[in-house]
């Protein structure tokens, strides 16, 4: 079954996040190093921001590199870190040309300067792009997120600039990192794993949660397809019964 085809422009989601996991897995199977695994996950990357834009997706965040992958071996960190850096100047093009805007959330003043002076590079390079917006969660924790809203909105109270009987969910979300961007319809999570790895726990309160066997590196265009082709067979209740939701429509 050809899923694309099977998608109905009228109920995709607007953002979808992906936590990409199983390039070590898939790279021990082969009787490789983890890197080999993680060199060939970018062939997915490029895979699936394709796939995304071929759907008419208008956000996609990919988780990766968490704050915990910093207790990585410091070899394989040091190789991730290389690959970023390689596969952010070897996409620039191929981004550009497909009208994608790039955008990264998480503690970026972490990652090594190397790292980041490419990152900002297709960053402005890109930020014009109308299409697809391609967000990269790096050196992100969810929690650490959400902690440091709570210290802004302390920090501004006790300045005066807000009260504390104001506060509502906005406030909040007006002070992540995703603070002008949608909350994801749909996360995605590869290698069999059924975890949120502390990955957008505020902003996926309401989200579709998919989950699939298939390893990060073998993911093509057609499993995205085949995610959001199962997101569109679902009822989005949001606490309604499935009465009130069929009477609105």
Not at 8 to 19: D, W
Not at 30 to 48: C, D, E, L, P, S
Not at 60 to 70: I, P, R, V
Request: glycine share 4%; aromatic share 8%.
């Amino acid at each position: 079954m050809k899923f694309l085809k099977n998608i109905t422009k009228e109920n995709l989601p607007v953002h979808i996040a992906i936590i990409m996991d199983g390039n070590g897995r898939w790279a021990k199977k082969k009787g490789n190093k983890r890197i080999f695994g993680h060199k060939n996950g970018v062939k997915a990357v490029k895979q699936t921001v394709e796939a995304a834009g071929e759907a008419g997706i208008k956000y996609l965040t990919l988780y990766a590199f968490s704050s915990e992958n910093w207790n990585r071996p410091k070899i394989e960190v040091d190789a991730l870190m290389t690959l970023l850096i390689s596969a952010v100047k070897n996409e620039t093009e191929n981004l550009m040309n497909s009208n994608v805007r790039v955008k990264a959330i998480g503690n970026i003043s972490a990652l090594p300067e190397s790292v980041t002076e490419n990152l900002n590079q297709i960053i402005n390079k890109t930020k014009n792009n109308t299409g697809l917006t391609l967000i990269l969660a790096l050196s992100y924790s969810a929690r650490n997120e959400i902690t440091n809203a709570v210290k802004q909105i302390a920090s501004e109270i006790v300045s005066g600039k807000i009260k504390p009987e104001t506060i509502n969910e906005n406030t909040i979300s007006d002070r992540l990192y995703t603070h002008n961007i949608p909350d994801p319809e749909l996360l995605i999570r590869t290698s069999g794993e059924y975890r949120l790895s502390n990955f957008l726990l505020w902003q996926i309160s309401y989200t579709e949660l998919y989950f699939t066997d298939t390893l990060w590196p073998d993911f093509k265009k057609e499993d995205l397809f085949k995610a959001i082709y199962d997101f569109q067979q679902r009822e989005r209740r949001f606490g309604k019964t499935s009465e009130q939701i069929k009477a609105k429509n």
